[in-house]
């Protein structure tokens, strides 16, 4: 095991994506469980507070550490195995995403998961429940892990198969691998009924597992996971497609999102049943216009769409498509349809392009990225765009909104040019939360709560149910060593 204790050594992980920015003494480089286990009960034994880190893509703060050690999981980055007959890998947390996929690719599997930042590592996506724009139709990370070791706040460790420990309405009992019980109350809470990513994962009779899925890292170590693959698709049909009014883009994606719910009903083939549907405004094609010249001033909006195809049914789909891109108005003649594997991923470096040349910018500036990750009930969303698009412009502040439409998921992204324009930006990112809660959202839908949004999670929840969350947090870790600061203010464990 290696630590690290000199500035320079160890400056990468006292920040994430977003700019945030804390302090620790050391970092440990555990290349084992064992490591893991001796680093863990060392920091309990001393009441000490250690932060365990992925690979610094995140956008909440989550890995950043506040005091303490920082456990970081670069070392172990083994994919331990691929097995394309069961569709079943096993890979340690420090493993690349992109590695990931590759590897499972060659082997004809496919994993869905697709946050933006591909060099994450899959320990992060699920300490955060991490989704992407695949998620419209493969939902979270959560619906792919079917096992997990964790190394608990005290040292000891738990094996979480999926199907195997459930509630008992709001009362989980888990059996740690050295036999001792913990009885863990669930709080009472509705959940909203839109993709969501905020707190720990409630629900009456729930599987264990899913308690320790996108728990930011404040309940345990992930050691190993055994995720769920797919077989991959035939082939692929994605496009980029231009309007020129973005109520006529809204209104494709609303037309899409209706008919791919309608194909899954029914298990029809040959037609429309989006993979991902990724909107773009004006102002985000404005962004792009620059490393994208034939983007014309005519396009207010885009939206990207992907649907899995086979060689018996894809010149159908296409030609549904096509009709309904013509009866929304779609520029189809400058709209850009992939012909090959090199265009398609062409189309999503575009999709990605976005994401990275904003936070690109704000830390070029030192300012951080304030962008929105809510998410509102499909009948609300219009309703939720156009007064978040409304309060922004009308505040001065330059913007971007693009994101996952087809979960009526929007990612509004401020642009402040100083820090009294970062002061108005945290403001009125704090009025649309509050907007999206009333409307019956989330504050976030992907990306975690981490330190940056704690005082927006309680937004959502009395504060008699956010202590009993907290109160699962406690009963694991008594002695709060593990990732604190992560979701939950200090208040709350007191």
Request: with cysteine; hydrophobic share 40%; glycine share 8%.
């Amino acid at each position: 095991m290696i630590v690290k204790k000199e500035k320079d050594e160890i400056i990468s992980y006292l920040s994430d994506a977003a700019n945030f920015r804390g302090n620790c003494s050391e970092v440990i480089f555990p290349e084992n469980e064992s490591d893991v286990i001796n680093a863990v009960k060392s920091a309990n034994a001393k009441k000490e507070q250690i932060t365990v880190s992925g690979n610094g893509t995140g956008l909440t703060g989550g890995r950043v550490p506040e005091k303490g050690s920082v456990l970081a999981t670069d070392k172990l980055n083994k994919i331990i195995s691929i097995d394309a007959d069961k569709m079943r890998a096993v890979v340690q947390p420090g493993v690349l995403l992109a590695d990931f996929k590759s590897e499972t690719g060659r082997l004809g599997c496919y994993y869905p998961p697709d946050p933006t930042e591909q060099n994450c590592f899959i320990g992060g996506t699920i300490a955060t429940n991490a989704s992407g724009a695949k998620s419209f139709k493969y939902g979270s990370t959560r619906n792919f892990v079917e096992r997990l070791e964790v190394v608990l706040p005290d040292g000891d460790t738990i094996t979480l198969n999926r199907g195997e420990v459930f509630a008992d309405n709001f009362t989980l009992e888990l059996t740690t691998n050295s036999a001792r019980k913990i009885t863990l109350n669930i709080p009472e809470i509705e959940m909203p009924k839109v993709k969501h990513a905020a707190g720990y994962f409630i629900k009456k009779g729930m599987d264990a597992i899913d308690l320790f899925i996108g728990a930011e890292g404040t309940l345990g170590v992930i050691t190993e996971a055994e995720l769920k693959l797919l077989p991959t698709p035939e082939n692929f049909l994605s496009a980029v497609i231009f309007f020129p009014d973005e109520q006529q883009a809204l209104d494709f994606i609303d037309d899409a999102r209706a008919k791919s719910y309608e194909s899954r009903k029914n298990g029809a083939d040959g037609e429309i049943d989006a993979l991902s549907l990724e909107f773009f405004d004006s102002n985000a094609l404005d962004f792009l216009r620059e490393d994208y010249p034939n983007i014309t001033a005519s396009h207010a909006a885009a939206v990207w769409f992907e649907q899995e195809t086979a060689s018996g049914n894809e010149n159908l789909i296409t030609e549904k498509w096509i009709e309904l891109i013509e009866k929304r108005g779609g520029d189809l003649e400058n709209s850009w349809i992939a012909t090959d594997v090199k265009e398609r991923r062409e189309f999503q470096d575009f999709r990605h392009a976005v994401s990275w040349k904003i936070s690109e910018s704000l830390t070029r500036n030192n300012l951080r990225k304030v962008g929105t990750d809510t998410a509102v009930p499909h009948d609300k969303f219009r309703e939720f765009y156009y007064y978040s698009k409304k309060l922004v412009a009308d505040a001065g502040l330059a913007f971007v909104n693009y994101g996952h439409f087809g979960d009526s998921h929007m990612h509004l992204n401020m642009l402040p040019k100083n820090e009294d324009e970062l002061i108005l930006a945290k403001k009125l990112y704090g009025v649309i939360c509050a907007k999206s809660v009333a409307l019956g959202g989330t504050v976030s839908a992907e990306h975690g709560i981490g330190k940056f949004k704690r005082e927006y999670f309680e937004l959502m929840f009395s504060e008699e149910k956010i202590r009993e969350m907290a109160g699962i947090k406690k009963k694991l870790d008594p002695n709060l060593i593990m990732n604190i600061g992560n979701i939950f203010s200090e208040k709350f464990y007191h």
